[in-house]
């Protein structure tokens, strides 16, 4: 019994597949032929051994064939199992085998052997055929990265990658950072052939970068290509010993004093510390004072700068010589004045009364 087997090959054609199928099954029962070949994608140079899948056992002669159909002009190999014989084909180049279990193998395979294979399948059920692809592929070189600049400050400047395939045939290109695939957005534009990558970076993008190139049969990669991103500072923190309270410093006469000015940035930022607004030596991020003077009294700024960013923040502090207050002695037995207030008025209030009782008295 013939199958247009061709339909199984037909991926969206599912319905119709199983349709069939089931008419199949209906029909022969307890024999089920079923040939199912995949499309291949190999590299060129390689050999394949192209499965066949759900073809019956037993007494069965396989027979490949060049292009969609078994035409016997375009024969590559047969095999026939009893007695177990090769026949070469009409197209065999030398390179075209069949093993017992009908499987194609070809040897050193070449861009000519692109295109259609049909398998035929007899066995004492009947003949049935399928058709598959091959298609051959260049072999991918590594491909070339390059990148514009080793260095970027983070968010401000543009950085491009090139990928440059040691290839000339189709290939897609893909770009990754960090093992992600690193798509076309608001960070990032890609050449419409991907080869060019370009944006800005923000200091946790340092890599690696990296492109692909692939085809349906291959990939290769590029090395790994790292950024120096810098950024900062974002904030500055001032601190003290002693602790620093609403920005003043309060310390003893001859006590020592640490300023710390502390930053977040690559590279580390360059100091500058001010008095009164008059530079003094240290270019640290620390500032002492050995001994706490009078001289040392006033307000100090540290100015933190980065030299890649080119940001400048800078935060200030007063420095006061510590005065502890002195206890403000009381009278033991002391009266407000709003007692003093309320007593008088108290007093004059039953002095008022005794007189007025006094001349009610005398005019009674
Ligand atoms: C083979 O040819 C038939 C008829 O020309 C067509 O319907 C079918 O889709 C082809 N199969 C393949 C795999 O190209
Ligand atoms: C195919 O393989 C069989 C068994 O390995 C061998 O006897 C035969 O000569 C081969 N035929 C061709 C055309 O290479
Ligand atoms: C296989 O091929 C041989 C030689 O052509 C033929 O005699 C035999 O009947 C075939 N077997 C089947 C199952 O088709
Ligand atoms: C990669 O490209 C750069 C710039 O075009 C070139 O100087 C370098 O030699 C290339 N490296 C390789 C391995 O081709
Ligand atoms: C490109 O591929 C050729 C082989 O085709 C190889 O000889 C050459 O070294 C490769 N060049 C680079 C830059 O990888
Ligand atoms: C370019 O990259 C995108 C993914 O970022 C991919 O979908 C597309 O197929 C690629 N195109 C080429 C020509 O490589
Ligand atoms: C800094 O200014 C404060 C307030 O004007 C002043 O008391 C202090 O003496 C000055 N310090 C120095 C070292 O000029």
Redesign the pocket.
Known sequence: MALPS?TF??AGSRCKRLLLTATLLASVAADELFLYPENLNRVLGTSIRWRVYGAPTGDVNFTWYRG??SIEANMLVSYTSSPPSWIPGPVNTGRENVTEQGYLTITELEFGDTG?YTAVVASTEGSQEA?G?IQVWEKLFQPNITVSTASVVEYVDIVNFTCQPNNTSDLQIQWYLNYFPVSQGYQWALSSDNRTLSGWVSRSQNGPYYCEVSNPATSQRSTFQNLQIYYGPDFIDMNSIPLLHLGTIKAKLGSSINIYCQTVSQPACLYQWLLNGTALATTNSTLSIRSMSWEDVGTYRCIAENPKTQLILYSTVTLKVYEPSLPILKPPYAISQRMVVFLSIGVSLILLSLIGTFIFHLLS
Request: no cysteine; aromatic share 0%; proline share 0%.
């Open positions: 061709e090959l037909r969609n159909g259609d058709t692809q």
